[in-house]
């Protein structure tokens, strides 16, 4: 330990005064997904039992459906291709109000 963490106090729950993890601290473990490995291989499995080949079949599917009018195919062509489009909110004048009094008691 140098000397500049050695001046650190350790306040609670294994965290330094300036909010960082202090040695040993079991807390820190917890930031790693119990279910990480266990979702790569479910991942592999699903790669592996899909082709290119089931995958363009789907793509085709999706793009007749799409073209005969199914809009929730081609939202989903779409989504692929374009990205989901950013959420929009309408901030009326009693919202932006309500806002800038927020803002003024910060």
């Not at 965290?15 to 807390?27: D, L």
Request: hydrophobic share 45%.
């Amino acid at each position: 330990m140098d000397k500049a963490n050695q001046n650190v106090k350790i306040v609670k729950h294994g965290h330094k005064v300036n909010g960082e993890f202090a040695a040993g601290n079991k807390e820190a473990a917890g930031h790693i997904n119990p279910r990480a490995a266990h979702v790569a291989k479910l991942r592999a499995a699903f790669e592996a039992a899909v082709s290119k080949k089931d995958i363009e079949a789907i793509i085709a599917a999706l793009k007749r459906k799409a073209k005969k009018g199914d809009t929730k195919s081609a939202d989903i062509i779409f989504d692929r291709i374009f990205g989901k489009p950013i959420q929009q909110h309408d901030l009326g004048p009693e919202t932006m109000e309500t806002l800038a009094a927020f803002l003024r008691k910060l």
